[in-house]
């Protein structure tokens, strides 16, 4: 095989999903499912929810909601928030009332005379049509379909070499689950997590990936938790 990518006992239960040279070469990378745009990832939660149900879905991810920094993306969103008429962003005056804290602030966006405030006014919202895809304060508590998360783009693919990848899953530890295309993908999510101290990548024989972020690992975890995959499940646990 050219250069490093799963160990050939590991390729017969995982199949990559890329060549060996694609799969080992240096890549802007975003998790699997998610859209790429000027170096972050971003992914659109559908569904209504309120501002602070969005906002905890998008942490739970290890994200944040979003926030454009710029008019493109501003545009940006919106054209991934697809017919939705309002997106949340992560900006509000939860605290004092008229004082935005929108983080980070290097643009705004608010359309005319927003933000008008008002009883129970405290979320910001870009209005999808609105001339320059402009702002509006909204109740946080307003039910608003579609949420967007985004966080940074990987900027390196996790090494193999220094995972010990064994063909079993961790049970009872996981932090999050997201897809994922393949082993590498999964790994390096948990590089990128300073919460992560293990994967599982599982695999039902059919259908997409799951990558499982743990928050300990087989030594720390009762042997009950650590169980061996048996076709047609599989399963790669990987620890450093």
Known sequence: MGGFCLP???LTLFTIGM??????KPQMLCPFGWESWGGSCYKLLEGTMNWQEGKLKCQEMGWEMVLPLSTEENDYV???SKTAEY????CNDIKTDGQWDCIPTEFLNWGPGEPNGGSGSGCAQIVNGWTGNNWNDAPCSSATPNV???GKMATHQANLKQWRLLDSCLTGHTLREIPTSNVRACATVCDYDPRCRSFN????????????????????ADHTQFVKSKKPFTCVYGER
């Open 8 to 10: 050939s006992v590991l």
């Open 19 to 24: 060549s060996s040279a694609q799969s080992c």
């Open 201 to 220: 990548v599982q695999h039902f024989g059919t259908g997409e990936r799951i990558c499982q972020l743990n928050n300990g690992t087989r030594y720390e």
């Open 148 to 150: 967007i998360c985004k």
């Open 87 to 90: 997106v949340w962003l992560n």
């Open 78 to 80: 919106i054209q991934l």
